[in-house]
Every structure is written in structure tokens, then in C-alpha cells.
């Protein structure tokens, strides 16, 4: 510019190369392109030494599909006699890179959606809690840029499944499709190019009245929403450097934050619509379909059945108690939380719908989860047992009271010998001196360990010599002189001649 304003100025090629300080060849050069329209701001081209080696480095880079690096390039350049720099190497690699990729750029036509169509959804790597790694499910409904971003503990068909159903039920009904990856829980083969669809995400499809599409393998562009919202969940949510985020200590911690980011980029003007996507999903709704009432099975946990005898069921190499009446019935469980929140859900689907009917923390192997109100009351067992008279002399002994129920019990755990006798003898030492005296007597004598032959009269006439009866006395109205009356008494209960108080204190518990 400045050869050209001193020609301008002067008129002359030999003043304006002076006053440029150039040759006037070059003044009479620039002169003739300006006046055929060819000035150019580029250097004037030179030879140099790769020019030779160009051929070979477009080879390189066609084998490679445009991969192969530029110090790659040297060192094979460099074998073949190349004796330039690698700075000329880099600046001939980028520059036949560049022209690699002429005609083979992807170009991207903006995606116009219809409201109610389509849901996109996809996963990230969530935090580690206690030492386990979590997921981060995240989904995209398209015309209305509206984000679910949920935490998961795996990827498994019921974990998936079960945040699909609470995606679209707070999404307030289902698209027609739903496009994802070609996860094993969607795709379990490819043949001839075309997907093979789970059979538990058919039916999960149907249930719902959606149809599931899958994108081509490796392309992340054919469902950029959901990879946007992936990587917009991961840099706020999960913990780094650079966002400043503590270590979670629970998992209900990590929902919490999951729930706070939706509620954030929800309600917050959207880049390319101008309007917030709560406010659009509430104009989109209109365009979905309605839910049904209960979730798909599937989303409930894996399924288990019941034994047929014990109310539990194995799960991941533990045991858990359900109630006693799902005997023999299926059940789902699943896995909710991680470290102190984990618990273990079990569900049962009846005529009602589907049911939590137990919920338990994490057993270990061999150490069962149990709950008693999931089993019914104990049958009598060894432990427990309680006399049952089976002959009619066990039930007239037994008859006594509670002394001989305890004397029948604890003779019976010592091994007592001629039982049988023994009982028959205290039935009918209870005819001569009374019930009640002979129960009393027999509770002691289980309390202190008498069972031997005589142990039963010992006690009896102990207790006569220690408490004598009533004294008599001479008077106007009685005489000493000894009758045949008291002989009546024989073989009838002495229990009403002393007071009440004073057995009820005697007797044995």
C-alpha cells in the first residue's frame, strides 16, 4: 500500500521506488496488477523442499482417513531422504489435512421439531459415593428443550426403565419416540446393519405406547441433545476442580443436586427458543400421551419368587423376608441408594397394582434381612412345649394345678425315672390330704429339684409339722373328748379349712 501511495503521489516509478525504497521493477509490478484487478495479499509462492515429498504425505493422510500426525509424517519423510525442517513438515501436513477434508465435512440441517414427538436420553459417568460409582441418566425433550437429569446406581433394564417412567410422569406423559443409544437393555445385536430390539424394551415400548429408535453406532451427532445434557449434568454435578463441588456423602445428597440443576436449566431462558422450558413443556404437554396408571414391571426390579415354605427371597447372593401370605408369589426387587440410604425394595404387583410390601438395608451373604411382623407366631416348638395330657391318668395328674404342670416339666428335663408311678402316687396322696396341699407340694418340689421316691410325702409332712392346724379348747359349747365326726373328712378337699390368703401365698407360680 505504501508503493502504491507513492505512485499515486509522484507519478513516476523511479521517485515512488525511492520514496519506498524498493526497485521501480517491483513499483512497475504492483502498478500492473492494481490496474487488471489482481492484487493479492498472499506472499508470492516459492519452492521448497517438501514439495517433492507432497505426493506421498496426501497418501499418507487418505490410509490414515485424515488421522496420521504431522511428527508421524517427519520421522517416515525423514527415512526417505527428507532433509527439511519439522516445522515445514506440520505446515504441509495441516494444509493437505485441510484439503482432505473438503467435500468430506459433515454438514448438519437444522433439526425443526414438532411438539410431543421426540425424547432423547443418555448416560454419564455420576460421582463416587462410599467407593461406588453412580450414573447420571439424562433426558432431552426436543421441541421444548426440557431436562431430566436423574441418578442412577447402574445401567441395568430395571434401573433404566424405572427412570424412563419417572422421566416422562414428571414430564406429564410420553412423545411418540424415544431415541437412546444401542445399549445391551435396547439392542442386543446388529444383523445386516438393522438393530435387534431387547424384548423387555419391546414390551416396555408398548406399555407406554412409544416407539423406540436407536442412532447409528459411534455417532453421537445423530442425538446431540441428550449428549449436550450430559455434559452440561457432569461439569455442574459431579465434583471437580474446576466447579468447586464437594464430595457427596450420601445418595439422596446426589438426587437433591440432580433435582436443584433441573429446577436451574428449566427456568432459565433457553439460548435458541428465547423462552424458558418449563414455560414450553407446559404448551407441550397438550401433545403427549396420556401414561398408564402403574409402571411396567420391569422398572419395579428383577423378579423373584417367593419359596414355597419360607418367606424369603435371594437377591445378589443375600436373603430377604417378605410377608408370609406372598408365599410362593413373584416379586420384584431392586436396589435404591447408596452407603447409609441403600436399601433393598421389594414390590408386589396384585389386583391392586403394584405394592411395596418390604424394604430392607443391605445383608451380607449367610446373614439373612429378616423382619418379624413378615412371619407368622412361632408354633409351639421344643423350647416352648407345654404339657398335653394324651391318657387319662396324665390329665387327672395335670388336673392338680400348676405345681404338677411344673413338676411334670422339669422332672421330665432331668430325666426322672418311674414318672408314671410317681404321678399316679400324688394323685392319690391329693384324695387323702386335698388338691391343694399336694400341688403346693409338688411346685416345691420341682423348685428345689426333689423327684426321688419319698421326696413328695417328705414335703407334705414337713409342712404338717411346721404349720400345725387349729388349736382346740374346752369350753360351755365344746368338749375335748374325741369323736368319730372328723372322721367324715376323709378323702374330701381340706383347702376351706385355712384361709385363702394364706394358700394363694403358699402355691407354687
Known sequence: MEILEAFDLTGSLRDAAELAGCSHHTVGRYVAAREAGGLCDRPAARPQLIDEFLPKVEEWMEHSAGKIRADKSHEKLLALGYTGSERTTRRAV?????????????????????????????????????????????????????????????????????????????????????????????????????????????????????????????????????????????????????????????????????????????????????????????????????????PHTVSFGVTRTVAATTPMVTFEGAQYSVPHPLLGQLVWVRVHGRGEGEAVVIVHVGDDGPVEVARHGRAAPGCPAMADAHFPPSPAGALARAPKPRTAAEAEFLDLGAGARLWLTEAAAVGTTRMRVKMAEAVTTAKLVGTTQVDWALGHAAVHARFAEADLASILDHRARTQPGPVHQAGEQASLTQGTAGWAALGRDQATSRPTDELEGEVAP
Request: aromatic share 8%; net charge positive; charged share 25%.
Open 94 to 294: 495441516a494444509q493437505v489435512r485441510r484439503a482432505f477434508k473438503v467435500g468430506r465435512v459433515r454438514v448438519h440441517r437444522p433439526w425443526v421439531t414438532e411438539p410431543g414427538m421426540w425424547l432423547q436420553y443418555d448416560f454419564g459417568d455420576g460421582p463416587v459415593i462410599d467407593g461406588a460409582r453412580t450414573t447420571l441418566f439424562c433426558a432431552w425433550l426436543a421441541w421444548s428443550r426440557f431436562r431430566v437429569v436423574l441418578a442412577i446406581l447402574d445401567k441395568t433394564a430395571p434401573s433404566v426403565f424405572a427412570a424412563l417412567d419417572v422421566t416422562l410422569r414428571r414430564l406429564g406423559g410420553a412423545p411418540t419416540y424415544v431415541l437412546t443409544d444401542n445399549e445391551k437393555t435396547v439392542t442386543i445385536a446388529h444383523v445386516a446393519g438393522m438393530a435387534v430390539r431387547n424384548p423387555a424394551t419391546v414390551s416396555f415400548a408398548r406399555h407406554y405406547g412409544v416407539t423406540v429408535h436407536t442412532c447409528e453406532p459411534a455417532d453421537p451427532a445423530s442425538k446431540g441433545g441428550s449428549e449436550s445434557t450430559v455434559k452440561l449434568a457432569k461439569a455442574d454435578l459431579v465434583p471437580k476442580d474446576t466447579n468447586l463441588r464437594p464430595v457427596y456423602a450420601s445418595f439422596a445428597e446426589l438426587e437433591a443436586a440432580c433435582e436443584k440443576f433441573c429446577d436451574m436449566v428449566n427456568t432459565r431462558v433457553h439460548r435458541v427458543t428465547r423462552r424458558a422450558p418449563a414455560d414450553m413443556l407446559a404448551q407441550e404437554r397438550a401433545r403427549l400421551h396420556p401414561l398408564p396408571a402403574t
